[in-house]
């Protein structure tokens, strides 16, 4: 008869058969167990002096049978004992930043005089050491109804594309509850930022409400930089958690564990909705897999929890859950542009204005579809409108007041300006800007305000006056006139002449300023005495005639 281990039952039933009294051999003719082995077991009670009277306990059976299994271990042998000698130097070099192979550690022990065999030192390895052992698992709890939803992505296959008509792969997001193991799932063609709040969206309003905490993998749509204490979202996934009220934690590198209520999804979901089917488009495929979430993965009964997964949502996890959102979330855009000395920042290929005060510093900015809003720190500067690419959104406001004119081709307000200066210097402007694309001569009037800060507003004004008079409209012509030292008002008709009290220029001085020698006195009349005299005595010395006197 080949070798059986007898159980715990089998032994205690033998146990119980010699309590009553029954032979070896009825035992062994009832229960198919040798007879010699139950002799083993009898002996080896009545020597631990088991009652006849009672009923034995576990402890009982246990004690007689390890009297008859228990066996010896083999001592070591000499291979063994010398791997054993060196355990330490065997570990080290199994745990180094780069472990050595074991191949390798076979040549190096050889080289130092052991003669263990390779298969010895692989099962050295293993019992001892513990090489290529799978770590033990900590199944965790499910946590609280509505508290907890793990996220992933999973390939199922190529799919046309309905824009390129080319086969493309057919990605889905899977958002699985923890508690009770209700599931949606999205199809989509894109893992991007865009992509996963959409589905999010989808699935928020598949379940009618929102969880508390969302357990994502690592996808560089959600976060930034992984790390396995202090994760960094990307900034538009970070706005979409706070509009939704979400607390992210995601799992770690290379960690499935970490999300294994959704983990185990992903080929259940490929082998039961997706293997078989064929989707004639993208829109086709969703509808599909939202139904197949509801009544089939839904309405089974789960291998774990052995519960409908849609029956204990309804039930105990909806209620509990947060409002779903009543429309889908706007992605928005970040960037960190810099102010440029034209008081405006380029971003997502439109150009926006700042005030004057922040030139040069560089800002935040929040673009979604609507507005644009720019921050420097956490202060909120400066709204815009959204703009298409090559778009601009201007605020007169921000810019200097002497450049926002002309920045803005504003005509208006330069010939408003003119007039402050005099009400011809106003007409003069209007000629100058009047006419198709006054904007083009913007530079010829900005001169004629300078002709006023350099020559004074009143012989500006005067000039003007005559220049319009002879409907002579060129600024060049102005500066001339401006530059004679004395303009004739003669040539003014006497109709249109008006005096105007002419302001001195900048820095104008009096004629005697510039006079080396003083005027020089006329001479009196030698017969009269008199300075006023024009007779030829004061001129002619040799003539004795005066015309005064002969008056």
């Not at 600024?475 to 006139?481: A, S, Y």
Request: contains cysteine.
């Amino acid at each position: 008869m080949p070798y059986r281990e007898l159980t715990m039952i089998d032994v205690k039933e033998v146990l119980r058969r010699w309590q009553a009294g029954h032979s070896a051999r009825k035992i062994e003719k009832e229960t198919g167990t040798d007879r010699k082995t139950v002799a083993r077991y009898a002996k080896y009670a009545a020597e631990l002096g088991l009652p006849r009277d009672r009923p034995l306990t576990d402890d009982d059976v246990h004690a007689v049978a390890q009297c008859v299994q228990a066996r010896p271990l083999p001592s070591p042998s000499e291979e063994w004992q010398q791997l054993a000698k060196r355990k330490e130097k065997i570990e080290a070099w199994l745990q180094r930043d780069r472990p050595l192979r074991l191949t390798k550690i076979h040549r190096l022990l050889e080289r130092e005089g052991v003669s263990a065999s390779y298969p010895t030192l692989r099962r050295f390895a293993i019992t001892e050491l513990g090489w290529h052992q799978k770590e033990g698992t900590v199944r965790l709890e499910d946590g609280e109804p509505a508290q907890e939803a793990q996220v992933d992505f999973g390939c199922m296959g190529l799919i046309i594309d309905a824009e390129t008509q080319h086969r493309v792969k057919l990605w889905v997001l899977l958002v699985t509850l923890v508690y009770s193991r209700y599931m949606f799932v999205w199809p989509t063609l894109r893992q991007t930022t865009a992509a996963v709040c959409e589905g999010l969206d989808r699935a928020w309003w598949f379940f009618g409400g929102v969880v508390h905490v969302l357990i994502p993998d690592n996808t560089k749509a959600i976060i930034q930089e992984p790390d396995a204490l202090s994760p960094k979202l990307t900034e538009a996934f970070g706005d979409y958690a706070q509009a939704r009220n979400l607390f992210v934690d995601p799992a770690r590198v290379r960690a499935p564990k970490d999300k294994a209520r959704v983990e185990n999804q992903v080929p259940y979901v490929r082998e039961d909705w997706f293997d078989g089917e064929e989707f004639t488009s993208l829109k086709d495929a969703r509808e599909s897999a939202e139904q197949w979430c509801r009544d089939i993965a839904g309405a089974r009964i789960h291998g774990t929890t052995r519960k409908v997964p849609r029956e204990v949502y309804e039930a105990i996890e909806k209620p509990l859950m947060q409002p779903a959102p009543t429309q889908l979330h706007d992605v928005a855009q970040f960037a960190d542009p810099t102010v440029h000395p034209d008081y405006h920042i380029q971003v997502f290929g439109g150009l926006y204005s700042v005030p004057e005060r922040f030139k040069g510093k560089q800002v935040h900015v929040r673009a979604d579809r609507v507005l644009v809003r720019i921050y420097l720190g956490t202060e909120l500067i400066k709204v815009h409108p959204r703009q298409l690419p090559g778009g601009r959104s201007t605020d007169p406001k921000d810019y200097p007041d002497s450049k926002a004119i002309y920045a803005l081709r504003n005509v208006d307000a330069l010939i408003a300006k003119a007039k402050e200066r005099g009400a011809h210097i106003g007409t003069y402007a209007e000629r100058i800007l009047g006419g198709p694309l006054p904007w083009s001569r913007m530079r010829q009037a900005y001169s004629l305000l300078r002709l006023c800060d350099k020559y004074g507003s009143g012989r500006v004004e005067a000039v003007c006056q005559s220049a319009l008079a002879f409907d002579v409209i060129d600024v060049k012509r102005i500066t001339k006139m401006l530059k004679t030292p004395q303009y004739n008002q003669s040539a003014v008709p006497d109709k249109q002449r008006k005096v105007v009290q002419l302001t001195l220029p900048r820095f104008a001085r009096d004629s005697a300023h510039f006079e080396t020698v003083g005027a020089r006195q006329p001479d009196p009349c030698l017969c009269c005495d008199d300075t006023e005299c024009s007779c030829a005595v004061t001129t002619n010395k040799e003539s004795s005639i005066c015309k005064k006197g002969e008056s």
